[in-house]
């Protein structure tokens, strides 16, 4: 069964510090994977995408990471700041039958205090 | 380049009325989406269409759900009779292309749907 795991489900940290989140996948065949950001009542919006190929992406403070052998892709924030807080999900997309199948994380809910 | 346009931003009703949620996907994007997310879980996808077809609808409750997609472009989702559990922000997502490399996915705001 495909699918998309994410841990910690939430987190809380002090502003300037640096955090990293995890997600696991168990998604057969691969495509892509993607990180996305969503505030409070906003929809997400795109923060990497990674290809089978690629290994690592950076956006500005975030950079996320990809280890197709052992399916784990993980998020690495530097310097957080209070607008950091927000839901992470990560998307990984399969190929099958004729169209890209987006199978979403559950997210990890993080909090950046003052 | 204007975004996904959805509407209304939110709708409470009681159990067993209808609703109807609309969304515009940015100009020229073939594939559309409709997402379901439930308060603190991830999007769960309930129908994508290429142009005006229907790709996946897998996960569409089909006895109470409908959606269409008119002319390739705008398209309805429609909750007729809701439940309860049917209280979630609805949220529609478009992107160039379904084959191949998918490309980027935007997403617009959501419909906040409270069913009393």
């Known amino acids: 069964k495909n699918q998309v795991e994410q841990s910690p489900q939430s987190l809380i940290i002090l502003e300037g510090k640096n955090c990293t989140l995890q997600?696991?996948?168990?998604?057969?065949?691969?495509?892509?994977l993607r990180w996305y950001k969503q505030d409070t009542g906003r929809g997400p919006v795109s923060l990497t995408i990674?290809?089978?190929?690629?290994n690592t992406k950076s956006n500005g403070r975030y950079t996320a990471t990809l280890d197709a052998d052992t399916k784990q892709s993980s998020l690495h924030i530097t310097a957080s700041q209070l607008s950091d807080s927000a839901s992470y999900i990560c998307?990984?997309?399969?190929?099958?039958?004729?169209?890209?199948?987006?199978?979403f994380g559950a997210g990890t809910r993080l909090a950046v205090h003052p | 380049e204007a975004g996904v346009a959805q509407s209304p931003r939110y709708k409470i009703i009681e159990k067993r009325q209808s609703v109807a949620f609309w969304c515009n996907p940015i100009?020229?994007?073939?594939?559309l989406y409709w997402y379901q997310q439930i308060l603190g879980q991830g999007p769960k996808l309930l129908i994508q269409?290429?142009?005006?077809?229907?790709?996946?609808d897998s996960q569409l409750p089909k006895d109470r759900f409908s959606a269409e997609r008119l002319k390739g472009v705008d398209s309805t989702l429609k909750i007729q009779p809701a439940k309860l559990e049917d209280s979630a922000v609805y949220l529609c997502?478009?992107?160039?292309?379904?084959?191949?490399?998918?490309?980027?996915?935007?997403f617009g705001e959501g419909s906040r749907l409270t069913v009393l």
């Open positions: 997502a478009s992107s160039l292309r379904t084959s191949g490399f998918p490309g980027e996915l935007f």
């Open positions: 997600c696991n996948y168990t998604v057969s065949p691969f495509s892509n």
């Open positions: 990674m290809t089978f190929s690629e």
């Open positions: 998307v990984v997309s399969s190929f099958s039958g004729g169209y890209n199948k987006l199978i």
């Open positions: 100009s020229g994007h073939a594939t």
């Open positions: 269409f290429q142009n005006n077809g229907v790709v996946d």
